[in-house]
Structures are given as C-alpha cells and as structure tokens.
C-alpha cells in the first residue's frame, strides 16, 4: 500500500482542499471543467467509489491507512494518502475527525434529463432548496422511500456539498439525479408526467388523496425553506397537495415533509 505522505505540516498546497478553499473554490477553480467534492467517512467513500467517483486524494488518521480505510486505499493505489496524527489534522481541518477519513473527488458531467427520467414513476424536483442538511435529508429519504430520481432547480445548493454528501450518507450516489433546465416543469411534462407542487393552498389535495395513487408518472415538486414554492411555480404545477396537519400546525420542516410525502407516494 503505496503513496502515503506523512505529514509534519499543514502548509502544503495539496491540503488546501481540505479546508482553505470554499465550496464554490474546489467547485469551480480546481479543474474547473470537473470539479472537486469532499466525501466524509468509509461508508461514503465506497458508495462514491461504486459509483464511479474517482479520488483525488485521501486525508487521514494514521490509524485508519490499516483500519477502517485499508479497503480505500486497495481500491485507489495511485491515489496520494495525506495521514498525520490527530491533533495536527485537526490544526488543518478546524475540527476532530470524528470519522477519520476524508477524500477529495472528481465530479462526472452531469447525465441528462432524458436518461434520469428513464423509467422514473416517481420524481422529486426540488425547487431552491438552499439549506444543505435539507438537501441531503431529503435525497436521504428519497433514497429510502422509492424515489426514482430527484431533480434539482438552479438555484439549489450544490448537490455534492460537503454537508450535504454527508447529510445524505452517501446516497447522493445512489439516486439518479441531475439539474433541471430551464422551463423545468413544462419539459417533465413533455416526458409524461403530472406535477404536484406541495403549497398550503385553498385547494391543495391531501397527500393520501387517491387521485394521487392512480397518477402513472408523478413529480412533487418541493420548495424553499423560508417562503415554498412562488405562486408561478403553484400555478404552473397540474395541482397542489398539503401534509394534514394538526394542533394548529401549518407545516413541516421541508426535509421531515418530504419523507412524509415520499412515504404517501411508495404505499
């Protein structure tokens, strides 16, 4: 197990990615036409892996190069282990380690909207979801409730935010996903769906509406954290479905709201 680098300072440029570069830095000035994500833990390595992600380095623990990393760093001999001991990583990063193993990864080209929507029943499009432990809870749950692709607006997070990945334990990797283009919702009808944007509206279907049940090909559309979704977003959808609520309660944190919603759309 070759390519380990054992550091005695934090100042190499090679650790800038780590921690002096902001998201939208390794997002766009590092090999701006690819890009670079940070994937946090094991777990969300290997599901980035089998995904076909490639490492552009690894940053760890001493101890994980023959522990919870070993199979890792197998898999990517070619790949730079940046290793240190705790307290200095910690001087680099601002914060322990709790998981030990960080690497840095190349994005892949966006896949287009037709080969996301192959064979999708159920969509989540999400619709300037800029909080990214929202983001990632949600693609979390879209991945355990059926979802079959979740598509995001422009003016979403990035999807590959280092919160976000970690947020969403790695299934960011496992549901097709893509940005929606412009004129988003008139181009998912044009691939056979009926759009349901989630609104506290005067005539907004409940969520266990058999009229939902009985849509072939359904896309809920999800909105902002502060306002939801703008009323030309609403009134451009087929129609509007609300989560019943209770105890004067008018609505849900969007993430808990799409796992209701997403739960509504598996039964």
């Not at 094991?42 to 623990?61: Q, T």
């Not at 919870?68 to 240190?84: I, N, S």
């Not at 409730?145 to 334990?169: G, K, Q, Y």
Request: a negative charge.
């Amino acid at each position: 197990m070759g390519n380990i680098v054992t550091l005695d300072s934090i100042d190499r440029e090679e650790l800038d990615v780590y921690a002096r570069l902001t998201e939208a830095q390794i997002r766009n000035r590092l090999e701006p036409e690819k890009g670079i994500f940070i994937a946090e833990s094991p777990k969300v390595i290997r599901l980035a892996l089998d995904a076909g992600y490639e490492p552009v380095s690894f940053l760890m623990e001493q101890k994980h190069i023959e522990g919870d990393a070993k199979d890792l760093l197998l898999r990517c001999p070619d790949a730079p282990v940046y290793t240190g001991e705790r307290a200095l990583l910690k001087e680099l990063t601002g914060y322990e380690l709790t998981r030990g193993v960080l690497s840095a990864m190349r994005r892949k080209p966006l896949p287009a909207l037709d080969a996301v929507l192959k064979g999708a029943k159920r969509v989540a499009v999400l619709d300037g979801i800029v909080d990214a432990s929202n983001l990632g809870a949600i693609v979390r749950s879209a991945a355990a409730l059926n979802i079959d692709a979740v598509v995001f607006s422009s003016t979403c997070c990035d999807p590959l935010n280092r919160r976000a990945v970690r947020v969403s334990m790695g299934t960011v990797f496992l549901v097709p996903w893509t940005i929606l283009p412009e004129n988003g919702l008139g181009l998912l009808r044009g691939y056979g769906f009926r759009t349901a944007a989630m609104a506290l509206v005067d005539d907004s279907l409940a969520m266990d509406d058999p009229k939902l049940k009985a849509i072939d090909r359904l896309a809920v559309v999800l909105g902002t954290e502060g306002d939801g979704l703008s009323k030309e977003t609403i009134a451009a959808c087929d129609f509007a479905v609300k989560i019943p609520m209770a105890h004067g309660v008018d609505s849900l944190n969007v993430a808990a709201a799409s796992a209701v919603a997403f739960w509504e759309l598996r039964r």
